[in-house]
């Protein structure tokens, strides 16, 4: 994937740049590689946002917030986390993401969770009152 990402770097090819660099933000965070993942969020928050917000665009904005709080997690900054997810909700708020909402809000019962807030967390999860 490398390579490809390095052709169409030479390209220009904005959308593929988009494209391989989220699948490899997943992958290289999945293999332990950090920095490289941080690397691909770092591109996906420089690529040019259009006007008005488009849900492809949010899609990225999206992206790039869930990596740095999947990364934050596994630095066990919490806080940090809990600060990328919520950005991330923040721009499903529009309807249009419905899934990745759902797997943002699993994400911070997941982080109540961890916290100790198991009560919260069984709320937040719809399994406690």
Known sequence: MDVLLAEAEGKGDSL?????????????????RYEEAYKHIA????????HPIRPAVLGKLITAAR????????KKDIVEAEINY????????DGTQPWIEVHILDA??????DRGNRKLAKILSGTGT
């Open 16 to 32: 593929a740049i988009y494209h391989l660099n989220t699948r490899m933000l997943g992958l290289k965070i999945d293999a332990g």
């Open 43 to 50: 591109v996906i928050e420089k690529m040019p946002v259009a």
């Open 67 to 74: 990596g740095r709080a999947k990364l934050a997690m596994i």
């Open 86 to 93: 919520q950005k991330a909700l923040k721009l499903t708020e």
């Open 108 to 113: 911070l019962t997941e982080l109540e969770w």
